[in-house]
């Protein structure tokens, strides 16, 4: 017996043909609804049907809904996305609204399966320079020294602040102007 199905594929995160760069185009291309007319499980999904479900086409035109009824079987919802992805939900004794929930995040899914990323970060041009960091160009002397350091000719020197001119706590002689 094969135990492959048990664990997630890895790969890196990706957007499917650069979606949204110039325009959105919604990743789900059918959905079926599949219920029963007269068992008490399909009831919820009946009531969506006869509230919410023109709204739904209405505001989504390309996605393709078809309704399948089906004696004495529970009710399912099926998607199939562009990319050849296929989703099944089961909703016996599901609300409407839980209902609706399923079919948004279908709708704004990728059509990917569920991924384990292999890192966070990942582009497809990596430069050439190295990664950059704020102490890139320092010198590796200040590595090893104790701050707050007087003698490091790189400190930035501040200007005295009035509460200090007026106290008369001023460790520079000069101000500068």
Known sequence: MSYSHLFMKSMYPRAPLRNGVGRYVCQLQRLTLKFCKSHGGSKGMREFIETDLIDFARDNP???????PRRHRTPCLWAEYLNGGEEYIGTNNMSKEEIAKWIQWMRTKSGYQDTRYLSYWHTDSPTVQGVWSPFTHR???LNLATFPM???????RQAPTATELFDGNVQTATVPT
């Open 62 to 68: 390309g996605v393709v809904v078809y309704l399948k």
């Open 139 to 141: 010198d590796p002397a």
């Open 150 to 156: 007087t003698e490091n000719p790189m400190a930035e």
